[in-house]
């Protein structure tokens, strides 16, 4: 990250804040804070966000069928243990 900070200094503009005295030479933390400009310029490549609400349901007249019911299978009672006797 410090090497990128290093060589964007050169494009950046000092942008300081209103407590910040104008720098000729940039420090990586000055321009961390002017790096918003580099990013808005350059843009994502992630797509826009697909949009969101309610999904469009069963398309009109597509016949439906009821799910398959299968049988219930339980698990039979397992037997306790035998204990062994305790040695003296």
């Known amino acids: 990250m410090t090497w990128e900070l290093w060589l ?16 000729v ?6 321009v961390a804070q002017a790096m918003e400009s580099i ?16 999904s469009p349901g069963w398309k009109l007249g597509q ?13 039979t009672t397992t037997k306790p243990r035998k204990q062994q006797p305790e040695s003296a």
């Not at 964007?8 to 720098?23: F, Y």
């Not at 030479?25 to 000055?30: K, M, Q």
């Not at 016949?63 to 698990?75: F, L, M, N, S």
Request: glycine content about 6%; charged content about 30%; hydrophobic content about 30%.
């Open 63 to 75: 016949p439906r069928q009821r799910r398959i019911r299968y049988p219930i299978v339980r698990k």
């Open 39 to 54: 990013l808005t310029t350059i843009g994502t490549p992630a797509r826009p966000p697909k949009p969101r609400g309610k």
């Open 25 to 30: 030479s940039l420090t990586p933390g000055r």
């Open 8 to 23: 964007a200094r050169d494009i950046v503009a000092d942008n300081p804040l209103p407590w910040q005295k104008l720098l």
